[in-house]
């Protein structure tokens, strides 16, 4: 199994937070850009969060700066999302990803290209409610 498994969505209230994770084997995680992406029905799929698994240095969307913050766990291969302060705009299937060869840092960050990520998860739900 190749393919990154993400857990934790749901559905929650305006405010509300959920904490998404994301486990993917070794050989995949290890000095390599991770990454949250979304998708609403009937838009675009959009970057989130990307962080590489070395430094940790991490970055966002604009739309999520101050509410969402991606870490990881280098001993477990897992990555995270906390999403606090969570939006009707919010909601989506979340997935997670991790980079291909074609990956390059710019200044150290990862890209939140999808282009650019050839491991995808299946999904997770994430309804944010009014």
């Known amino acids: 199994q190749v393919r990154p498994v993400e857990s934790g969505g749901g559905s929650v209230q305006v405010g509300g937070s959920l904490r998404l994770s994301c486990t993917v084997r070794?050989?995949?995680?290890?000095?390599?850009?991770m990454a949250w992406f979304r998708q609403a029905p009937g838009k675009e799929r959009e970057g989130v969060a990307a962080i590489y698994t070395n430094s940790g240095r991490a970055t966002y969307v604009d739309s999520v700066k101050g509410r969402f913050t991606v870490s990881r766990d280098n001993t477990e291969n897992t990555l995270y999302l906390q999403m606090d302060s969570l939006k009707p705009e919010d909601s989506g299937t979340y997935y997670c990803?991790?980079?291909?060869?074609?990956?390059?840092?710019?200044?150290?960050?990862?890209?939140?290209?999808?282009?650019?990520?050839?491991?995808w998860g299946q999904g997770t739900q994430v309804a944010v409610s009014s």
């Open positions: 070794e050989y995949i995680y290890r000095n390599n850009c």
């Open positions: 990803a991790a980079a291909g060869a074609v990956m390059q840092l710019r200044s150290g960050y990862c890209s939140t290209q999808g282009d650019e990520y050839a491991h």
